[in-house]
């Protein structure tokens, strides 16, 4: 079956320490996301690519980086100068960023010890 | 800028009531998608609907129905004969055509709905 998968579902990061989220997609889309989730809060957009290679800072890029070597990954790494990292991450893709329907993966819930 | 507001932050009703999650959005484009997302415990987010700003008719799929106004912003989501397993958070979202759509979805904060039995 077609979809994306996140993993883990469940990671801790100490202080100072960098984290990698996984996203991995099989449906062939182009476009991918990463949003974050806080509680009670909607979702805000994090990076997006629309094609391998590229990639694009969202509304609260400060903090993360990614990367997109492969159509079917985008990787999300937390790193050390996110100082507030603790909430649920979510990766999406999309077949056509231009009004497309972003299907996401089951997140990824990052906490710090 | 773009921006989607759900000032319902919980609603609680008890089984088999009808109940409407109301969807305030603010955009300067003329060409834009409207989407409705569930998101159950278990976290992912479940497509319920895509509207696109020359479709203002309303839709229903089975108990779920959308009613869209452009001229009140508006893109509200009632759910008849609520059942137990409707209770979730759900998100209105809107995606712009200006740029392509490529930054992605503007979300509001989301309505907890919990239906009692």
């Known amino acids: 079956d077609g979809g994306i998968t996140q993993s883990p579902k469940y990671l801790f990061r100490k202080e100072g320490q960098n984290v990698t989220l996984s996203c991995e997609q099989n449906?062939?889309?182009?476009?991918m996301y990463w949003y974050r989730q806080d509680p009670g809060q909607g979702l805000r957009l994090i990076y997006y690519s629309q094609i391998v290679n590229d990639f694009q800072k969202g509304d609260i890029a400060e903090g993360y980086s990614v990367s997109r070597e492969k159509k079917e990954s985008f990787p999300l790494t937390v790193t050390s100068a996110q100082k507030n990292p603790t909430a649920f991450y979510l990766c999406?893709?999309?077949?056509?960023?231009?009004?497309?329907?972003?299907?996401f993966g089951s997140g990824t819930q990052l906490s710090v010890l | 800028a773009q921006k989607v507001t759900q000032a319902q932050t919980e609603i609680s009703v008890v089984e088999k009531e009808d109940v409407t999650l109301d969807c305030v959005y603010e955009?300067?484009?003329?060409?834009?998608?409207l989407f409705w997302y569930k998101q159950p415990p278990s976290g992912e987010l479940v497509f319920l609907i895509r509207r696109n700003s020359f479709d203002e008719q309303n839709e229903i799929s089975g108990r779920y129905s959308w009613n869209f106004q452009k001229s009140t912003s508006s893109f509200n989501f009632t759910i008849t004969a609520s059942q137990v397993v409707d209770s979730a958070v759900y998100f209105c979202a809107l995606s712009e055509n200006r740029r392509g759509g490529a930054d992605g979805l503007t979300f509001g904060k989301g309505t907890h709905l919990i239906i009692q039995p």
């Open positions: 449906l062939n889309h182009d476009a």
């Open positions: 955009t300067r484009d003329t060409t834009y998608y």
């Open positions: 999406a893709s999309s077949i056509d960023p231009r009004g497309g329907r972003p299907i």
